[in-house]
């Protein structure tokens, strides 16, 4: 453990923070481990270069892929009697990830809080070329901070960070799931707004490693997260995030999305919000996959995928192979294992089934960390229109979302450099084809027709966004996942609603912690799962 920085990095001094910032970033970028002056441009460089967003072995292996992964089956899991237990190691290394830097994360909180100080002592000359860095960093701030919401609940937020703020050392306490979630959903409105004017700076899109200094994306950007977290709270505050988000979607020009432009075969390099990897990456997820997730999944692949003919299944599975008479033979067909086979079926029988896409996935060292896509928020656009507007212009967002989708994990493919053979991008007729397929096409009922928004949102947030697709099938109980209970240790025999505080923060916090405790189960619910 990381002696906790005293309950999530109250310790945290100017110097640490650059710490996290490596000479890896860009050859012309000054590196901040050799910097001795507070830097606003360099802390918020090191809060963008987060291994938490970066497509990261260390994320995917201790946290994606056993954890958020194995609770929404957008990762394969052997099904071992522990497989629904939560590791305390790693869950504390990923919340002391946020809140302090060094180990895998970028320590998000203390980046910020370092920034917050920097610009308040700032003269006001200086403040004003730095106020861009400010409004962008909170935007990147709320991100993180909301999925640590979905998480936990309640979390420390508004005392973190006490000693660079404040001088003074105090235990945080813990802040109101709700409370926090509309105060992300307001500040978010004011980033938004200020982007929607601001001008950039040849100073900020140097250090924007995010979106190299584009203020209109840093626009979407807001407003996209704000649809997310609007939509996140529309079951337990319906009229809130009614009225905001049709205020949002009947004003495109004051509410610009990342959305785009409502083009089907868009670019999500120009459009989305990722975060590409630094030129001299080399890392892959290979490892990442054989220790963990290597198999596709049941649902994902056998129910949904398949009776589709989805065209993406080509870049993310590959058939697999075994050995047949001496020689390896791919396998004559895409399918997975059921996922109620036991471990010793699962690996008695592992090569036959299908793998993760090589070219997509494993091998590909360009794979972008993924903040927010078009397709998700012409998913969120779909629902919200099914609910609150009209079926034809929900109709209208659920097929660009759909043919979107596909657009994107062809790109993610296409950007592989391994020398595994690229997929084309198959032609729009056979894309249309599939999307008017009886189980995709948008028709039915209300009910039938959110829950194929609900699942095709679920299989386009996937294995790299298996956070959002925890969150969004806790909200939505949707797709209809099967989960093995029988032969679980007790008390762990089935997926969690909420992740349990890691034992650090319940010992070096126990006083805030007790105020909370009652809370601390791991079947109580995020404050917007009602169902």
């Known amino acids: 453990m990381k ?3 005293i309950a999530m990095g109250l310790f945290v001094l100017v110097a640490a923070s650059f710490s996290s910032c490596k000479k890896a970033l860009e050859e012309n970028f000054t590196n901040p481990e050799k910097s001795t002056t507070p830097s606003i441009p360099l802390f918020f460089t090191a809060m963008l270069n987060n291994d938490r ?19 929404a089956q957008t990762s394969y899991f052997s099904n071992g009697n522990t497989v629904y237990q939560q590791s305390d190691g790693y869950t504390q290394q990923y919340w002391d990830d946020f ?12 980046q910020y809080r370092s920034m917050q100080v920097t610009y308040e002592a700032s003269a006001e000359a200086e403040k004003a070329t730095k106020t861009i860095f400010m409004q962008a960093a909170r935007i990147v701030l709320i991100e993180q901070a909301a999925k640590m919401v979905d998480l936990w609940g309640d979390i420390p937020y508004t005392e973190t960070g006490s000693l660079p703020t404040s001088s003074t050392i105090k235990l945080p306490k813990f802040d109101d799931q709700k409370v926090l979630y509309t105060g992300f959903i307001a500040e978010l409105k004011d980033a938004a707004t200020y982007f929607k004017t601001a001008q950039s700076t040849a100073e900020f899109a140097k250090h924007d490693i995010l979106l190299s200094g584009n203020v209109n994306k840093w626009a979407r950007y807001a407003n996209s997260l704000r649809l997310r977290l609007l939509m996140r709270i ?25 959305d785009g432009a409502d083009v089907a075969t868009y670019n999500p390099k120009v459009t989305d919000i990722l975060l590409s990897p630094l030129t001299n990456s080399v890392s892959t997820l290979v490892d990442a996959f054989k220790e963990g997730s290597w198999y596709a999944t049941d649902y994902m692949l056998n129910k949904v995928m398949l009776p589709a003919n989805d065209p993406r299944i080509p870049v993310i599975y590959d058939k697999g192979s075994k050995m047949v008479g001496g020689k390896l033979a791919q396998n004559p067909t895409f399918k997975a294992m059921p996922y109620d086979f036991t471990l010793a079926q699962q690996e008695a029988n592992f090569e036959s089934y299908a793998l993760v896409d090589s070219g997509t996935f494993l091998l590909n060292a360009a794979l972008p960390g993924i903040l927010i896509t078009a397709p998700e928020v012409n998913f969120l656009k779909a629902e919200a229109q099914e609910r609150w507007g009209t079926t034809t212009a929900a109709k209208t967002a659920y097929d660009l979302a759909v043919k979107q989708s596909v657009s994107f994990y062809y790109y993610l493919n296409n950007l592989n450099i391994s020398g595994v053979k690229k997929e084309v991008l198959p032609a729009s007729n056979i894309i249309q084809d599939f999307v008017d397929v009886a189980t995709v096409a948008y028709n039915g009922t209300t009910s039938n027709k959110l829950t ?4 095709q949102k679920w299989l386009h947030f996937g294995i790299l966004q298996s956070t959002e697709a925890w969150s969004e099938y806790r909200r939505t109980n949707m797709p ?3 989960f093995v209970t029988s032969g679980k240790i007790s008390n762990f025999d089935v997926p969690p609603n909420r992740l ?23 079947l ?5 799962d009602v169902n």
Do not use: C, H
Not at 53 to 71: D, H, Q
Not at 99 to 110: C, F, H, I, L, V
Not at 237 to 258: H, Q, R
Not at 504 to 517: C, D, I, K, L, T
């Open 452 to 455: 194929k928004i609900y699942t």
């Open 3 to 5: 002696k906790y920085i």
């Open 480 to 482: 209809a996942l099967q």
């Open 234 to 258: 529309s079951n337990v505050d319906e009229s809130t995030a009614k009225t905001a988000v049709l205020a949002m979607l009947n004003d495109p020009t004051n509410f610009p999305l990342v």
């Open 99 to 110: 809140y302090s830097p060094g180990g895998n994360g970028s320590g998000t909180m203390s």
């Open 53 to 71: 967003v970066a497509v990261k072995y260390w994320n995917v292996r201790t946290f994606l892929s056993i954890g958020p992964g194995v609770y």
């Open 500 to 522: 349990i505080y890691p034992s650090g923060e319940r010992s070096f916090n126990s006083a805030n912690y007790s105020a909370v405790q009652a809370k601390d189960t791991r």
């Open 524 to 528: 109580n619910k995020v404050f917007w």
